[in-house]
């Protein structure tokens, strides 16, 4: 479904994995209807996803084995009932928990249930539905075959990096490849399995979604992680020695908020490689991207303008340089090859002029975070007074606190200036913050739902450069209850984001 980043309109962030269900972590199944009906029915037309890709190390969206493929953990089990190739899955004893997902406890047993359902597929699929399956795979050859043996050969290893592999498989010799295609041929098969399922059950959900006036908004991670299916694939894209280990990686400079930066540890990209190839790469990355969505956030956005390079021998970040990045290049060829592009620019941290001029030659809408807003004077970037149009207005993102946790933690000067720039105070902060994104200029406005249900800190997200107990919360519909959504339609209503009709406002 085509979106014009121009149009007025506001939206939710919610990420698969924190819609309600009974099988220990949000995915496509019902629940993600129902959700997609309370958009709908709170005059919302975007629904923001975090990466849909796999999840890695710390259970981060942002670190998984694949750039290309999906999660396994947001496969419904109830198509897979109802097609009969899955009995009805049985939860364990004390069952899971509602409102956290415990990944270790979860994943364990929604890889078993998968697995069942394959081995069912295979075994009973109709002549249609294995047709179906095998005309995907077809479909797939930039990517599929590469990362389903990837998890092949890394499954029995328990997870070893590929680099740690016998050299022959390592290094793709040839004749390695061919004999783990036939010794892994079912563990292959199902991992092949599993990304159709994925790709059936995101798209009806898409479609169902576009049907009702609700556009997905995906996210793009810039980097991948070094123990990867596209990195062991492509190595030659990547900044790594003769052991295939990373020479330099990525991170962010120390700043205000950290004395040592962000060492994230991603390999870096070989532009000069990339560019020779006219950035197929990319084009088949973003092509793949948009199959899962109407509109995506590209995650740090600054680092293609310029990024930051960090030693890999260094424990931190306070060693690294500046180096050019591949700029409008890249997207112009993107462009060539798909067409324009729906994408909004994650353009926040160490911004220099550079990273806006890049922005607007492409005519991408940038973030403004209003919780960043009240740190300063009436001059700040962030309030809503100097927002440009071209912009997607947050209240916070899943990198933020809260905005009622993040009253709590404010100093008296933020809180006293928040208060009454928004006139509010402790009990209706987070409506105040939604209220000043919704009647902005910005052409786009979005909200965590945890923003619009008021909750504290304890419901937040991510908090960065922790590892360990992020990435799990998760809702119920006893949180929601029917104020939040009416109230959400009239604001969405009066600021000219949703037809008026559709809020119930008097007379």
Known sequence: MTIDLNQRQSGVLLHITSLPGPHGIGDFGPEAYHFVDWLQGAGQGLWQWLPSTPIGPGDSPYQGVSAFAGSPWMVALEPLVEKGWLAAPVLPAEGFDARQVDYGRVLPWREQQLRAAAAGFFAQALPAEREAYEAWCASQPHWLPDYALFMAIRSPRNGQPWWEWPRDLAAREPKALATAREQYAEEVAFWQFVQWCFDVQCAALKTYANARGVRIMGDLPIFVA????????????????????????????????????????????????????????????????????????????????????????????????????????????????????????????????????????????????????????????????????????????????????????????????????????????????IRACANSVANIAVYPLQDVLGLGSEHRMNIPGILGGNWGWRFTWDMVGAEPGRVLGLIAATSGRAPIAGAHLPG
């Open 226 to 433: 070094h123990d990867s299916a596209d990195c062991w694939s492509r190595p030659d894209l990547y900044e790594l020695d003769e052991n295939f280990q990373t020479t330099v990686v990525a991170g962010v400079p120390p700043d205000a908020m950290s004395a040592a930066g962000q060492r994230w540890g991603n390999p870096l990209y070989r532009w000069d490689k990339m560019a020779h190839e006219h950035f197929r790469w990319w084009s088949a990355r973003v092509q793949r991207a948009l199959t899962s969505a109407d509109v995506f956030r590209i995650d740090h956005f600054r680092g293609f303008a310029a990024y930051y390079e960090i030693p890999a021998d260094s424990p931190d970040a306070t060693r690294g340089q500046w180096k050019t990045g591949p700029g409008k290049a890249l997207f112009d060829a993107i462009a060539k090859s798909l067409g324009e592009l729906p994408i909004v620019a994650e353009d926040l941290g160490f911004i220099t002029p550079d990273v806006h001029e890049l922005r607007d030659a492409l005519n991408y809408p940038g973030m403004k975070i209003l919780q960043f807003g009240f740190g300063g004077d009436g001059s700040h970037e962030f309030l809503p007074h100097n927002w440009p149009r071209a912009a997607v207005a947050y209240t916070g993102t899943h990198d933020n606190d809260t905005v009622r946790g993040w009253w709590n933690q404010a100093g008296p000067r933020e809180r006293a200036f928040a208060g009454s720039y928004l006139a509010c105070g402790e009990h209706d902060i987070h409506w105040a913050m």
